[in-house]
């Protein structure tokens, strides 16, 4: 079983900025990739920003310049460095890790989420 936490979310104001963190733990066999996805009141989930194993990064469009994801020591932990907040980007952060148990085996993750409020 792999368990995903997320922390840093919380209020700031229009312009500021935010990291998040989040770390996968228990029956990690390989890692494929980690990201990092949105939802907004009212909104499907959107992905945000993800990092494969091998380093390959893909942002949203929205987000692209501002936000920047990486990888923590341990290959385990991601980071989401946003900067220059909007109102718009206020929502539900979740991290998502997704890899292998074992050879066989394959997880695919959920944190329970991170408040993520810019007001205006």
């Known amino acids: 079983q792999v368990h995903v936490v997320e922390s840093g979310g919380g209020l700031v104001q229009a312009g500021g900025s935010l990291t998040l963190s989040c770390e996968a733990s228990?029956?990690?066999?390989?890692?494929?990739?980690m990201g990092w996805y949105r939802q907004g009141p009212g909104d499907e989930r959107v992905l945000v920003a993800r990092?494969?194993?091998?380093?390959?990064?893909d942002y949203a469009d929205s987000v692209k310049g501002r936000f920047t994801i990486s990888r923590g020591d341990a290959k385990d932990t991601v980071y989401l460095q946003m900067n220059s907040l909007k109102p718009e980007d206020s929502a539900v952060y979740s991290c998502n890790a997704r890899g292998y148990e074992n050879y066989n085996l394959q997880f695919d993750s959920w944190g329970q989420g991170t408040q993520v409020t810019v007001s205006s």
């Open positions: 990092i494969t194993s091998g380093g390959s990064i």
């Open positions: 228990g029956s990690i066999f390989r890692l494929i990739a």
